[in-house]
DNA sequence: AAATGGACCAACCGCATTATG
DNA sequence: GCATAATGCGGTTGGTCCATT
């Protein structure tokens, strides 16, 4: 593909931005947008290509950008997004608003990157360093279990990632927000505007369907983010119900024309439970059934041993809790492997192992935990 | 006081992807 | 459908600051 011409003029400065510079950039901005940043820098008077007049604004000079300290909350997000989606830095952006891709990978590699390490993690994997040459410990399972929901949960939070983008995209196109606005809004105005999540792939509405034994989970379906769920149809009808507490928001995806296969390839969407369609609608594609293993469908099997040792089967959390190594207590919100009386209390004694284990269970307790699971808490009834 | 080394982070580079004519 | 421009993204570099020797 061909590169982008600007780079290759000479004559352009390079370097640090001067503040006259950024002022020159501010103003610019504030009275025009930025249109096509390629033609910005001539006409707002800097010898800068628009490539680097971009990433000055972006990085920098956005008014929205939150500068300073990360806050354990932040890094704990860092973390724990690291875990499930690697280096996609402007995946994880989306989750911190404030902060921009470039600051928290510059982040990542100053501070948390070694942290992890000194805590006995490969910061590449988030697995213990010593069961890289095959102690077999527990960690390590759970570890290859929870590998399995990162890989749906990474391809969700890209899909958000994308979503997010369109929207900007969108807004930019539709002149929203016009510079003025990008300078003037208050917090006060900001805050008056409720959040807007962006939309999202929710593979939790898929498990309510794994939950409900409607739905398997084929082996490769586990193995790809990208393959489907696939659909028994079994003629029951299965009845979700939401918790007092938790309100499950109107389905916020785009309608789409799902199609539900049977065994035989027939279609069966009118079969299911019109709960069950909901929740499927507009998130994913389901099509024909391939046989359930209970090698891969690790999902399905921490679900069913909930629901054999309790009649009412529980809700997502149980089922996640039926992973956790060792459940140490209360969740521990601090930072991974920072001690709490709490973990210090139930025997968290400060080995390289202990320590690796209060990781895994503050990445799992944090998993459930996450408002983003939460907003899909269902109970099962009547199996 | 000078040299050295590490931490930090803004900015750059170049490839990938998307938009446009 | 193709070529090119524009933008997005992740890896890397280089300058600055500060602590240590």
């Given at each position: 593909m061909v590169r982008s011409p600007c780079c290759e003029k000479g004559g352009l400065k390079k370097g640090p931005w001067t503040p006259e510079e950024d002022q020159k950039l501010l103003a610019y901005l504030k009275e025009h947008g930025h249109g096509s940043w390629q033609a910005l820098p001539a006409k707002a008077g800097l010898q800068r290509c628009g490539k680097s007049c971009r990433l000055r604004w972006t990085n920098y000079l956005r008014p929205d950008i939150k500068r300073g300290k990360f806050s354990l909350q932040e890094e704990n997000c860092i973390i724990r997004l690291h875990a499930l989606i690697g280096n996609k830095w402007s995946a994880i952006a989306t989750h911190l608003p404030q902060r921009t891709d470039n600051e928290i990978k510059n982040y990542w590699?100053?501070?948390?990157?070694k942290r992890l390490d000194k805590m006995g993690?490969?910061?590449?994997?988030?697995?213990?360093?010593?069961?890289?040459?095959?102690?077999g410990s527990g960690v390590l399972k759970d570890a290859a279990h929870l590998s399995h929901m990162a890989q749906w949960e990474s391809a969700?939070?890209?899909?958000?990632?994308?979503?997010?983008?369109?929207?900007?995209l969108a807004s930019n196109q539709l002149g929203f927000p016009s510079p003025h606005q990008l300078f003037t809004t208050t917090t006060a105005a900001a805050a008056a505007v409720p959040p807007v999540r962006p939309k999202c792939l929710d593979v939790?509405?898929?498990?309510?369907?794994?939950?409900?034994?409607?739905?398997?989970?084929?082996?490769?379906?586990?193995?790809?983010?990208?393959?489907t769920l696939n659909f028994s149809a079994v003629n029951s009808v299965v009845e979700f119900h939401q918790q007092s507490s938790v309100a499950i928001p109107p389905p916020q995806f785009p309608v789409c024309n799902i199609t539900c296969k049977g065994e035989m390839g027939e279609d069966v969407s009118n079969q299911m439970a019109p709960q069950v369609k909901e929740a499927l609608d507009g998130s994913i594609s389901v099509h024909g059934m391939s046989a359930y293993t209970t090698e891969n469908a690790w999902a399905l099997d921490s679900f069913e041993a909930a629901a054999n040792e309790n009649a009412s089967i529980g809700n997502i959390a149980e089922g996640l809790s039926a992973i956790v190594p060792y459940n140490c207590g209360e969740q521990n919100a601090s930072m991974p492997g920072e001690k709490t009386a709490t973990s210090?209390?139930?025997?968290?004694?400060?080995?390289?192992?202990?320590?690796?284990?209060?990781?895994?269970?503050?990445?799992?307790?944090?998993?459930?935990?996450?408002?983003?699971?939460?907003?899909?808490?269902?109970?099962?009834?009547g199996k």
């Open positions: 590699n100053t501070h948390l990157k993690i490969d910061p590449g994997t988030h697995k213990p360093k010593v069961d890289a040459f095959g102690s969700r939070l890209e899909a958000e990632a994308r979503m997010v983008r369109e929207s900007k939790l509405k898929a498990w309510q369907g794994i939950v409900s034994g409607k739905f398997f989970v084929s082996s490769d379906s586990l193995e790809s983010p990208t393959s210090e209390s139930c025997g968290g004694g400060g080995n390289l192992e202990d320590l690796q284990g209060d990781y895994w269970n503050s990445l799992l307790l944090n998993l459930v935990d996450d408002p983003l699971l939460q907003s899909v808490m269902i109970t099962y009834q």
